[in-house]
Each structure stands twice: as structure tokens, then as C-alpha cells.
């Protein structure tokens, strides 16, 4: 509508205005503010290595490796810090580069291929057949706040094929010190640890009375006298 002035025409005008400055205004300070913020450091990525050391005992046996039993808390890629009264809390700023047990039983077949005699390592999933198992149960893998050291448990039992019988079990046990609570020193204390606990169990499978899987099963088949 005309008139002769001009302010019932502005007014309107001015009022949706005013609301989209206000609200431009709004959108650029949360943008400087997310400018302003610096985003959170990736955390450092850690492999844990397989040793090589010079161990004697079994030729010829095949060994599956299973992947190892844990707790929910140790089946992922977070490095674990437990105090004096069991209390567990995460390291920052670093992780493992598979989840735990899956890493672990890759470490420990590839520390059988470096270090033994038994070559025939490998895992259930792949379709071989073998004398044992090799089961195990990771039961610590972390930094005692208390002490500083980087603590390694795991739990294995050597189980006959295909009777199921368990041949052997024994718990290995290692701790290294860590030096500070800080990424890069507990991975590489935990790294240390883990190879001694590795070293041991294939010294105690190398040095254990397999049954071979065809004189099982000869002594199955032969009929009682």
C-alpha cells in the first residue's frame, strides 16, 4: 500500500532484518570459537614384536595357536594403567595396533617361527590339521602404577588332538620396568615383557611330550588284547 510516508513500509523491513543480523552474527563467533580450538592429537600407534632366540626340543609337531581369552578390558587397543587397590584407568596418547589378543596370538606364532624347531604354527582358522592347541588365557597386560612396571600374565595348556586331553598347562609371568606413566615407556616395557613370556612358552612347548595325531589315532583303532 502507498502512503505518503515512508515508515509503515520500512518498519516491517527493519523487523525481519534485525533477526538475521543477530543470528549471522551468532554463526561467525562459533565459527572463530571452532577456529580457535585445536582439535585432540591422534593417539601414537604400537606394534609389539616377536623375538628370535634359539630353542630346541620338538621337530615335526604341529601346533594351532588360539587366540588368548581376556576380560572385555583387555580385548581392545588401549593401553591399560591398574593401581595398588585394582582401580583401571587408560594411557593417553597411545594404542595398540590390533586389538590385544589378536595381537598377541599373532606375535607369539611368529616367535614360534623365529625361534623353534616346530615350523607347523599356524591358526585354527586355518583349516589345518595338528598334534595340540595351544590355548591360553591373557590375564594381566599392563602398567602397575604402584611399582612402575610394566606386569605380563598369560595362562596356556597344551591340549592333544584329536583326544582333547589336556597334555601340559603352566602360567608365565613377567615384569619390567617401565621408567615413567607415559605412552611410549609402558609400550615398550609391555613389549619387553610380553617377549620374555613369549621366549618361555615356546622353550615349555618345545620341551613337552607331544602325542603326533597319527599315533593317536593308531592307538585308538587298535582293538584291546
Not at 583401571?88 to 617361527?113: A, K, M
Not at 602398567?143 to 598369560?154: D, H, Q, R
Not at 621366549?199 to 592307538?219: A, Y
Amino acid at each position: 500500500m502507498m502512503t505518503m510516508s515512508g515508515t509503515p513500509v520500512l518498519r516491517p523491513f527493519l523487523r525481519r532484518v534485525r533477526p538475521s543480523r543477530r543470528l549471522a552474527h551468532a554463526v561467525l563467533v562459533a565459527g572463530l570459537a571452532g577456529a580457535c580450538s585445536s582439535p585432540t592429537p591422534a593417539p601414537t600407534t604400537f606394534d609389539l614384536s616377536a623375538p628370535a632366540a634359539r630353542v630346541r626340543g620338538n621337530t615335526g609337531v604341529q601346533i594351532l595357536v588360539v587366540e588368548p581369552a581376556a576380560l572385555q578390558v583387555l580385548s581392545n587397543q588401549q593401553i591399560i594403567v591398574k593401581d595398588a587397590y585394582g582401580t583401571i584407568s587408560f594411557l593417553g596418547g597411545g594404542q595398540w595396533s590390533d586389538n590385544l589378543p589378536r595381537l598377541v596370538q599373532t606375535r607369539l606364532i611368529n616367535t614360534f617361527e623365529n625361534s623353534s624347531q616346530i615350523r607347523n604354527v599356524s591358526r585354527p582358522s586355518s583349516g589345518a590339521t595338528a598334534d595340540a592347541q595351544l590355548i591360553s588365557e591373557l590375564r594381566s597386560f599392563e602398567l602397575a602404577s604402584a611399582t612402575g612396571e610394566a606386569v605380563v600374565e598369560i595362562s596356556a595348556k597344551l591340549v592333544s588332538e584329536p583326544s582333547g586331553r589336556i597334555v601340559n598347562g603352566r602360567i608365565f609371568r613377567a615384569r619390567v620396568p617401565a621408567g615413567a606413566a607415559e605412552a611410549g615407556y609402558a609400550a615398550r616395557a609391555l613389549d619387553e615383557a610380553l617377549s620374555i613370556v613369549m621366549i618361555d612358552i615356546v622353550r615349555w612347548v618345545s620341551g613337552t611330550s607331544i602325542p603326533r595325531r597319527d599315533e593317536v589315532s593308531q592307538t585308538t583303532a587298535t582293538p584291546p588284547v
